[in-house]
């Protein structure tokens, strides 16, 4: 018995054995404990009810008070999507709204960088600087979020809240309007930019047949409407053809900056840089720039003529006089000696000072090569000197080769003429016009002052604007239609005959918006208030069904066809051009010789670089993007030669502490402007240039009051050209005005400073002929070496360079190192970069802005040294005041192996990676800024301020913008420095890939985000370590140089030596 | 008269009694403040707020406040950091390495100097840490086990700046306070037990003297550690502005990259410390009626130590200018000639003269002991000194290797205040320490009082010839 009691026990009764003991021994609980909870069971003051009821009414207080509100149209993936995956970008093919086809990348539904769309026959795959800052419009916080109607003159609209309306209402009382206007017989008046696209020219049809007293009014502030007019008085033609810039051995250029503000610099730089390959001198071609500006396309160009805009007329007549004096014109035409009597090219360079030596070369030149000579001008010179243009083409015999033909600019309708716009003026002031539609349109800010547009518009019965955001055509009282932005829209565009580039939306509205197209097409519906976001998708489909389709010749069906063209974003049509057999009519030129009297100064209005005709004003990344000859920002102003600035007794910079620049009033028959001056060697004497597009005053806070209106010196009359004015009076005036650009500049005589890009061996250049001679022994002493040094490569490489280095006429720096060099067993990345392919165009830098979410810090921080590029254009000048030759250079992080950055981090936050970049940890920043002391390319920048909270107010923390980040890069803090990645996160993304696919990531699996953008392919990036790779190639060129070689950093970015065509007795990079 | 050219004239006027001495070091510490303590007071905490605002200031809305920019990363915090490390040079050469020479002129301002050594490495150290972009990391400066497992970079000659700018502070510390420790026995023993202000200050010079009795054995082994740390210390001066001018010599800047850098902030620092603890201890000998401790001979004698330094200045400047042009380096010879004809001339001139030219007037006896015209020379060398760095730091920066990131540097407002906040600091420390410390070391000028150490003539020799 006693074994049976237990050794251990709890109590007695379980001592004892007893069996209500042995009972509870047996349930693991005590009674109760595992019965089912249930709240209203248990006692009023049970702990337990009291933490249940704690529970839930913190969970309920908790979802009261937050300020989440369900907006509807953000679905958050509670299922995923299959087009979806999480960190995976999506890219879809669209066009925007200028025709530019291009490639939106998204990330989970948000677009986050435009690039261009390779399968696009004009842009290849790249867009310009513009196009790429483009992004940021459809973030832009000054976008209006829903529809207003204005009938309160006392509000402002940049300043106050407009109280918002409903898209029912202004429905139903604008489609009441529009049906009173037609009962009335009153003027229904579109005024619209040029209309590119089939389908919206087809709405507009639509809608003029819906309302009968409809007229369409299409302008643009800057158009090829001389040269097209001077095309059509000489061949008939309506259009223009595509000019092949390729296709030319000697460019003439006479003031048109075709590879900078005009036509389609994408395509046209990629042309011009197609004919500067290193490895084929030979084909390089030859640019004359012939010009009174001093233009990027003049700074490219390889012979630079200085030259008044008037007296170009007798140049281009002297040239083809000239050429018919020699016998050499391949126009045989009766009219042509009278037509050239009295040019004579030697009395006129007499006459204007042209530098003979140039001038042979160039008459030499355009015999030699013939027909291979594009002559071309600008488009802000008159008719009569594109008239003028095409008798030299003619003369040359280069229209059939430097024109394609085959392919037209096209319109859906041409430009309104000046007469059509002054009747809709008149229309307007008479009463006639009942409902006036601006689309998409800024007439007030665009139409000269004295068309008296402003105040006419507000007398028509109703104004409606259709705009992304408020313009200065919205003043009046009047419907402000909030529309839609490129990337949210439906749509397509005929750029050239047989291309069709469709553009489709990559995220739904984000605002109260509906597409412009969509507003006009419910306005046509019977039912207003049946809108569907969808009707403008549907009537796009259905005319490309019925119109487009039928002429494809397509065997698939048109839902097939469709959705393919849609994928590529583009759809190819054969089409005749109807240009094959043009008629030259010579008595088109035959008018009375055409002279301008120069009379005091002349002046140019030119579209700015990068904000165009100041509709992209607002955008702060195309304000910062520095202007690439004068380096400017945030700003326009009167540019004019050292010479006529010393006349007028005005300077600019003298001071050092603010670059301050006198202010001059220029005054065009009775219209003044006070204009800040800006002195810009290899200008002609008295020329004043002065861009277009800025003084913009209703617009987002960014762009409001940053530079002068210049369209204020404009007049509905014109001058020479609508852009041209000569007799213009220029003075002094009073004040004075604080310029800001990224880069100082010296004045060219400053004996002190001249010339050091050449003399520390930062720019290298060298001429064509020198080139190839240099070539040839190279060549040789290639295969004298190769024999030589038969198996031993190493040994063999080392006498090519010293070789190389004794050709050149270089010296040759023997640095020593007291620790071992770094091995790089694995890949290796690198850079080069061909000086001669590049025209300073800023595609790289606004690119690189986009990708790595680069601030915009304001015209006041720029002026203190604190731009945040990590890419920069540097411009040179040599030469003289007058004559003045630039290089161009863009400048990154040459990520150097002996990084001296990384050794005075005393917090270790610069380091290098075992695939040889010199990267940054942000986090383990403190911001000593020693870095940046010690870089000798100057390439770090510092965060001085939080730029997200101290750029104009916060302006980055408003809610849009955020959505504009790349989620793939760290976004910097105040204190931090940062700099140039070579795009890391996208070297990690493909190696992600490649590991995903089981290999190791190698050359071409990576391109940089500035590379991808280059418009003329100047940049090369790669493993060097892996020898057939372009980059390895490009580190061995002997043009390959890098900048500061002699302090031995060894960087990794190589630049290609620019080579000049040119004759000189002594070569440019010897000093 | 004759004089004894053999004989070394006494560094202590007259032959005060013992007695005189103690009472009349001691006596700003027993008597209230007067209105002039006062106003100076409020003069240097008003400098101070200035600094203070200007700081919290940049602190609150970023260094965008100041004038930095891109190519400019360092501009007055670098400058300001130099020229306070520099002026904390003197006292420990004083105390350390004139100890060393048995030089016994250094007796009456040694102890001031000392004092001053430590404000200003105090002033100094401030910069470092908030010149930085994120001050609240400044902490990632210093080497210790942390979570991120990240150490610092020993290769930085900011970190080597870390070490010996600590080193330094810490063994000047310990030196200076060894020194006080007699003075404070003296202070302890001198005061009352009766008021309660008495009791708390015995209390407090009774802990601070560590005990000391006065003993022999105490002095014997005072005096054997006096002599270790002095031994200690003199290369530490040496050693503390060779580091500071790593920062610019280890770089690769065109201007910057220099060897003479050592030796010539050495010496200049030498020049401005002297320069400092001239202009400071002309108005408390003044002031505390201690002209009799500092004499003029004294006063003359540092005067000599600033034309000696400044010459070396000069031959240093001279130097770099050579060697520029000798190396043949395009990009180092436009450095200097840039320093003194480019933008910043104006700041080179004002270098050149204040420290160069100034100090050649103390060639003329007359002028070397004219107290007005030597406080004026001393304010030049610091005024001078300041710009040396200045120039130093903004010029070669603005105007580097490619011309198109040369830009000119302009200071803020912000700056200038911390500036003019960090002499409020110094001189606040410097006015505390007045009224609360033995200014001279009494202890010491007990010992070199004529007829205080024994003779080979006997013990009234001394004052039979002299007096």
Known sequence: MESLKPKFWKSLNQYNQKPESLEAARNEFVNGATADFDLNALPDKSRRKFLALMGASGALAATACSDYHDKGEIITYNKKPASVTYGEANYYASTLNNGTGVLIKTREGRPVKIDGNPEHPISKGKISTVEQALIMELYDPGRLRYPIKKSDSKLVLYKDEMPRSEWEKIDTQVVEKLNQAVSEGKEIAIVTHSVISP??????????????NTKIYSYELFSDSQRRAAWYDAYGQESLPAIKFDAADVILSFECDFLGSEGDITEQIRMFSSRRDKDNPENFNKLYQIEGNYSVTGAMSDYRIRLTPENQYDFIMSLAAEIVSKGKSALASEGLNTLLSGYNLKSFSEKNQINSKVLNELVHDIIAKGNKTLAVAGIMHPKPIHLAINLLNEVLGSIPNVYDLNTKLELQRPLSSDKEIETLISNLNSGKVGVLIHFDTNPVYHFPTDSGYKAAYTKAGTIISMVESANESCEANQYIIAVNNALESWGDFKPRTGIYSLQQPVISPIHDTRQKEAVLLNWMSSDVNAYSHDIYHK?????????????????TGFREYWFAALHDGIALISENSGNEALQFNINAVNFNKFSFTKQNYTLILKPSYYIGDGRYANNGWLQEVPNPVTKSVWDNYAMMSPATAKELSVTYGEDKLNRVADMVEVSVSGRTLKLPVMIQPGMADKVIVVDLGYGRTTIGEIGRNIGFNAGELMSAKGGISPWMFTGVNVSKTEGQYELVSTQEHHSLDEEFVKDFHLKRHIINEYTVPFYTEFRK??????????????GDEEAYKKALKSEKIHL????????????????????????????????????????????????????????????????????????TPDAPVTSFQPMLCQHCDNAPCENVCPVVATTHSPDGLNQMTYNRCVGTRYCANNCPYKVRRYNFFDFRNDFADGYYRQDTLELLNNPEVTVRSRGVMEKCTFCTQRIQESRTEAAKNGRKIKDGDV?????????????????????????????????????????????????????????????HGEH | MSIELTHEPSVIEGRPALKTIDASIIKPMNNLPDKRFWAAMGLTLTMLGIGALALGMSFYRGLGLWGVNNPVGWGFAIINFVFWVGIGHAGTLISAILFLFRQKWRTGIARFAEGMTIFAVMTAGIFPLIHVGRPWLAGYLFPYPNQHSLWVNFTSPLLWDVFAVSTYFTVSFVFWYIGLIPDFATMRDRLANSTMVEKVKKTVYSVLSLGWRFSNRHWSHYEMMYLVLAGFATPLVLSVHTIVSFDFAVSIMPGWHTTIFPPYFVAGAVFSGFAMVQNALIIIRKVYDLEYIITLDTLEKMN????????????????????????????ESFAFVNRAFGPYAWAYWIMVSCNVIAPQFFWIKKLRTNIPFMFIIAVLVNVGMWFERFVITVTSLSRDYLPSSWAYYVPTIYDIGILIGSFGWFFTLLLIFTRTMPVVSIAEVKAVVDGSQPTHHGLEHHSEEGH
């Open chain 1, 199 to 212: 389908t919206q020219n087809k709405l507009f049809n639509d809608f003029s047949s819906k309302y009968p």
């Open chain 1, 539 to 555: 009537y796009l489909m259905s005319h490309w069904e019925t119109d487009i389709y039928t002429q494809s010749n397509s065997a």
């Open chain 1, 777 to 790: 022994k190279y060549d040789a002493a290639k295969i004298r070496l190769k024999s030589e040094f038969a």
């Open chain 1, 808 to 879: 050149l006429g270089h010296h040759e720096y023997k640095t020593h190192s007291i620790t071992p060099d770094r091995v790089y067993s694995d890949v290796k990345w690198a850079m080069a970069i061909d000086l001669n392919k590049c025209t300073a165009c800023g595609a790289c830098v606004t690119s690189c802005n986009v990708e790595n979410n680069i601030p915009i810090v304001g015209k006041e921080e720029v002026s203190r040294g604190r731009d945040m590029h990590w890419m920069r254009i540097d411009t040179y000048f040599s030469g």
């Open chain 1, 1007 to 1067: 391109i940089t985000a500035c590379q991808e953008a280059c418009p003329a392919s100047a940049i090369t990036f790669g493993d060097m370590n892996n020898p057939e790779s372009p980059v390895s190639g490009l580190r061995e060129h002997p043009l390959g140089y890098f900048v500061l070689e002699t302090i031995s950093v060894k960087p990794n970015v190589t630049y290609i030596s620019r080579l000049r065509n040119i004759v000189a007795e002594e070569n």
């Open chain 2, 304 to 331: 000599k130590i600033i034309i000696l330094t400044g010459l070396m200045v000069g031959y240093a400047y001279g130097m770099e200018f050579f060697i520029a042009w000798y190396s043949g380096h395009e990009v």
